[in-house]
């Protein structure tokens, strides 16, 4: 499976920005898709989730209320839209994906998301 992650950017304080990642290769054995962030000098972080099948999702408490994932199945392509950003939210995101429960092996580029204050 490879992963094609684009949208990021540049945005002010409170606005909105929308992530996609494509997948493509072996999509009929996904299983999940999430996202992760990295910001300067942290550890990377768990954002959120998307179960392939049925849609389900779950989301890191600092992100809860404020982004959304979701997914375009005949597409392939996950969505991360992220709403009320704040500058702790400036990171490089990435996607990633899993054909088990057993945790995310696959991975996309990431895409630079920078809040300006």
């Known amino acids: 499976v490879q992963l094609q992650a684009s949208g990021g950017g540049l945005v002010q304080t409170g606005g909105s920005l929308r992530l996609s990642c494509a997948a493509s290769?072996?999509?009929?054995?996904?299983?999940?898709a999430g996202w992760f962030r990295q910001a300067p000098g942290k550890e990377r972080e768990f954002v959120g989730s998307?179960?392939?099948?049925?849609?389900?999702?779950s989301y890191a408490d600092s992100v809860k209320g404020r982004f959304t994932i979701s997914r375009d199945n005949p597409r392939n392509t996950v969505y991360l839209q992220m709403s009320s950003l704040k500058p702790e939210d400036t990171a490089i995101y990435y996607c990633?994906?899993?054909?088990?429960?057993?945790?995310?092996?696959?991975w996309g580029q990431g895409t630079q998301v920078t809040v300006s204050s």
């Open positions: 990633a994906a899993s054909t088990s429960g057993s945790g995310f092996n696959y």
């Open positions: 998307v179960r392939w099948s049925h849609g389900s999702t």
């Open positions: 290769g072996r999509t009929l054995s996904l299983y999940r």
